[in-house]
């Protein structure tokens, strides 16, 4: 059974990402890739379950961003203060110590980036799963790749361990929940936008629309 529908209609076509050939595209087997004769780049991928992947793994990176923000990001213990932090905590304290353009980046590339990827992610993939498109889908899908570029879950975190190298020397810090929690957010994130293929996404867009 074939579970990406091509468009109708002549021909479908797909170019290199990396060295611009064109190709014409076939429909492709489940868990199959397509690959440049010229390059060997991967064109496009079936992947198998892709949409309900997508959805679940936004569905958990949701879950997982309520947790990051209900529990303490960081607990550090300095002579006979602690200071339990959370994420948006961190931010604000930022804005409040002369950087704000520190601050709001945080805010904007990890809460509130993250939180239109995975919703829009939900918003054009669950209904496809019964053969339907929601209101503005091709809209939301344009917007939700175009922010992908702007979700740096994975460089906070990275910069977060290299400052706690340094902040261990003066301070006892301990990863809170929301840390773990926000580790589980870059991976559900990865694995949903992974979890289908942009060509996919937008036949399947074409296909529910008529
Ligand atoms: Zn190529």
Redesign the pocket.
């Known amino acids: 059974m074939l579970t990406w529908p091509k468009p109708r209609g002549g021909p479908q076509y797909s170019a290199?990402h990396?060295?611009d050939?064109l190709h014409e595209a076939f429909p492709l087997p489940e868990g199959s890739a397509a690959r440049?004769v010229?390059?060997g780049?991967v064109l496009y991928q079936n992947r198998p379950a892709s949409l309900v992947r997508a959805t679940a793994f936004s569905l958990a990176a949701l879950f997982l961003m309520a947790l990051v923000h209900i529990f303490p990001f960081l607990t550090m213990d300095a002579a006979t203060l602690r200071r339990n932090l959370t994420l948006v905590g961190a931010a604000t304290a930022l804005i409040e110590e002369d950087a704000p353009i520190l601050g709001v980046s945080i805010v904007l590339f990890t809460v509130i980036t993250p939180l239109m990827l995975a919703g829009g992610m939900i918003y054009v993939c669950a209904p496809l799963m019964i053969g339907r498109t929601a209101p503005g889908a091709f809209g939301v899908a344009k917007w939700m790749y175009r922010c992908e570029p702007w979700n740096m879950v994975e460089v906070f975190l990275l910069g977060v361990l290299v400052s706690l190298l340094k902040l261990a020397k003066v301070a006892d810090v301990h990863f809170g929940i929301g840390f773990w929690a926000f580790g589980g957010v870059m991976l559900c994130m990865a694995a949903a936008v992974a979890g289908i293929d942009r060509e996919e996404l937008w036949d399947r867009l074409e296909v529910a629309k008529t």
Request: include cysteine.
């Open positions: 290199c990396f060295c050939t440049c010229r390059c780049a």
